[in-house]
T-cell receptor
Framework: DAGVIQSPRHEVTEMGQEVTLRCKPI?????LFWYRQTMMRGLELLIY????????DSGMPEDRFSAKMPNASFSTLKIQPSEPRDSAVYFC???????????????FGPGTRLTVT | AQSVSQHNHHVILSEAASLELGCNYS??????LFWYVQYPGQHLQLLLK??????LVKGIKGFEAEFIKSKFSFNLRKPSVQWSDTAEYFC????????????FGAGTRLFVKA
């Protein structure tokens, strides 16, 4: 299995531009998570989906952030307009409830390093 | 609200030294506890986990962690570190009845000198 795939791996953009981050979960997994990692705040959960449906988006910082999961094999995280304080590493993770059982283990992608100038 | 505190942001050790990374969490109910590791240039991967049973949990690469409920702690240990253990380590907690929502600590960067 290829694992969780994220693209792009690096993104540099100017303030005010729209940014779209992409994630392909492990095939068959029914949960998908978006996290943001910064030095100041550590690893924060932004939103997660179960069977393509958003379950908890309380971590999404503001309306400039949106996430979608149109099908079981693809999700996007969009920032519009982007700001310098959005600079961070964004991770996607997936999990299969049936296999994870009570342990809720997640499998992470390599992350997208976003720099907003 | 749940929170996770990792005591050290940066740790530098020489090879063969013993390692202990502290982790405390705040949540009064049943919890699942994790340590994830991120090696340079790689993605986060699970090192070990606790969700029930023996509070002393053994993971990959000789790591272990002990869940002490009375102290709300889940410290990570390794008796003798290697240069290849250089990585960032994340403690995480999940409310046992709360599904997959998992809270991560800020991470500890470990550098092992050869």
């Amino acid at each position: 299995d290829a694992g969780v795939i994220q693209s792009p791996r690096h993104e540099v953009t100017e303030m005010g531009q729209e940014v779209t981050l992409r994630c392909k979960p492990i095939s068959g997994h029914d949960y998908l998570f978006w996290y943001r990692q910064t030095m100041m705040r550590g690893l924060e959960l932004l939103i997660y989906f179960n069977n393509n449906v958003p379950i908890d988006d309380s971590g999404m910082p503001e309306d400039r952030f949106s996430a979608k999961m149109p099908n079981a094999s693809f999700s996007t995280l969009k920032i519009q307009p982007s700001e310098p304080r959005d600079s961070a590493v964004y991770f996607c993770a997936s999990s299969l409830a049936r296999l994870a059982g009570l342990s809720y283990e997640q499998y992470f992608g390599p992350g997208t390093r976003l720099t907003v100038t | 609200a749940q929170s996770v505190s990792q005591h050290n942001h940066h740790v530098i050790l020489s090879e063969a030294a013993s390692l202990e990374l502290g982790c405390n969490y705040s949540y009064g109910g049943t919890v699942n506890l994790f340590w994830y590791v991120q090696y340079p240039g790689q993605h986060l991967q699970l090192l070990l986990k606790y969700f029930s049973g023996d509070p002393l949990v053994k993971g990959i690469k000789g790591f272990e962690a002990e869940f002490i409920k009375s102290k709300f702690s889940f410290n990570l240990r390794k008796p003798s570190v290697q240069w290849s253990d250089t990585a960032e380590y994340f403690c995480a907690v999940n409310a046992g009845t709360g599904g997959f929502k998992t809270i991560f600590g800020a991470g500890t960067r470990l550098f092992v000198k050869a």
